[in-house]
């Protein structure tokens, strides 16, 4: 029996956890998938047999799938708990490029890609998906990618050596954007096509030019913007989550004692001495 559950969904790419309880040694009936996917194992193990070759899958072996294959799973050891990250074509395409050709489709899965793995999954967790989730994915995806893909990528150091070197500016214009609230800056990807790079191009730039990621200086900026508030009397840290683009009220709150060490309700009261304790909910 299998059974999925979306852990995160964007018009670019969407991650899965994917549960079977199946227990065969035989072949599955072959079948078609239609989108590009990275599958990384959680728990257990399994077989795959594509394009010709078989795979013993586990915690230290992923694999990378192409649209239009067949393929074949079995299961001597019992069921097993995935991470399936499936990509549009278009974002395959800024990963492994135009004539990306796969030399194989097995992933080693070193300790930092495990890592890799578990940080994206607790990431998925906090409900920033369109900055730290999508950080941390398309560092997994340059990690696996580049063990499969044969030949040169966009991602590659020949590739980044050859981009032209104007990081500083970039990364002023993508500072220049948050700061002004640009509705593109309201995920990497679109603030990406806004500056016409790669959303990977922009994640890297970012670290080397600052030396924090672009998901540290999106929330400094945020952190800020929600201390004015509060100094300002601002009461309901709902509605100051939903407008400083959080995903709920509790992603505020992890994210200021993340950073400053202290939940909003305590940083409004040594903001504004004498402010009285908010209801529960404020």
């Known amino acids: 029996m299998l059974s ?20 065969h040694t035989r072949w599955s009936e ?4 239609d989108d590009y996917r990275v599958v990384l194992v959680r728990r257990g193990r399994f077989r795959r047999r594509a394009a010709g070759a078989r795979a013993d899958i586990d915690r230290t072996m992923s694999y990378v799938g192409v649209p239009g294959e067949e393929e074949q799973f079995a299961h001597p050891a019992g069921g097993d708990d995935c991470t399936s990250i499936s990509l549009t074509p278009a974002l395959w395409q ?7 050709h796969l030399a194989t489709q097995s992933v080693y899965v070193d ?5 890799t793995h578990r940080r994206l999954l607790a990431t998925a967790r906090t409900g920033d998906l369109d900055y730290a989730l999508t950080e941390e994915l398309l560092g997994l995806l340059a990690t696996t990618l580049g063990q499969v893909v044969s030949g ?6 020949q590739a980044l ?3 032209p070197r104007n990081e500083a500016s970039l990364v002023a214009a993508a500072r220049q954007a948050i700061t002004d609230g640009h509705p593109a800056s309201d995920g990497l990807f679109p603030l990406a096509g806004l500056l016409g790079v790669s959303p990977y191009r922009l994640s890297r730039s970012f670290t080397r030019e600052l030396g924090i990621s672009v998901t540290r200086y999106r929330n400094r900026v945020r952190i800020g913007r929600a201390l004015d508030r509060l100094e300002e009397g601002e009461t309901s840290l ?9 995903a709920d009220q509790a992603h505020l709150s992890r994210t200021m004692r993340q950073y400053l060490g202290h939940t909003p309700t305590a940083l409004r009261r040594l ?4 402010t009285p304790i908010p209801p529960v909910g404020h």
């Not at 903001?271 to 004498?274: D, I, K, Q, W």
Request: proline share 7%; glycine share 6%; with cysteine.
């Open 161 to 163: 050596a050859q981009a």
């Open 111 to 115: 300790a930092r890609l495990d890592l």
């Open 94 to 100: 800024v990963m492994a490029g135009d004539t990306a």
């Open 4 to 23: 999925a559950t979306a852990l995160a969904v964007r018009p670019d790419f969407s991650v899965t956890a994917v549960t079977c309880q199946d227990e």
């Open 152 to 157: 040169p990528t966009p991602l590659g150091a």
């Open 271 to 274: 903001l504004v001495p004498g």
């Open 30 to 33: 072959a079948e078609v998938r």
């Open 238 to 246: 709902a509605t100051l989550a939903a407008d400083l683009g959080f």
